[in-house]
Structures are given as C-alpha cells and as structure tokens.
C-alpha cells in the first residue's frame, strides 16, 4: 500500500512539474472528458468528447497520445 501511494505521488509531482499546473487544475481539465454510448438503428458506438485546447496541451506536455474519437462500434444485428 505505501509503495503504491508513493508511486501515486511521484506521478502526480512529475505531472505538475511536465506542465507547469497544478494537480488540481490537470484533473479537473481532464475529468472533463467523458465517453458516450449511442444506440441507433444501424447499431451502437462509444464516441469521447471533443479535446479542448488545454486538454491537447495537457496531453503533449505529459507526452500521451491522444484517445481514439470512436472507442467502438457495433453494427446492429437484424
């Protein structure tokens, strides 16, 4: 437990220190992205939010490919 904390807050202090911001500011941006599943006649697909500019930011300070816009579809079964 302790070393699974410790390695939390190394991740957390290299975060703020690749970004300059806070890790409050850095989870906030990100916890505004969200993932959302959409049923139709021709099937369903999970499709994230739009990337925000700060978030793009976030992502190529911390060196983290952007998601995927469409995390999956299934075509409808007839």
Not at 14 to 37: M, N, S
Not at 47 to 71: N, Y
Request: with cysteine; charged share 20%; glycine share 6%.
């Amino acid at each position: 437990h302790i070393l699974l904390c410790w390695l939390a807050l190394l991740l957390i202090r290299v975060a703020e220190t690749e970004t300059g911001r806070t890790w409050t500011a850095i989870r906030t941006e990100i916890d505004r992205l969200h993932l959302g599943v959409f049923t139709g006649p021709a099937g369903t697909f999970t499709q994230r939010t739009e990337l925000s500019q700060p978030q793009k930011a976030l992502l190529t300070k911390l060196r983290i490919t952007e998601p995927p816009r469409i995390f999956d579809a299934t075509p409808a079964t007839t």
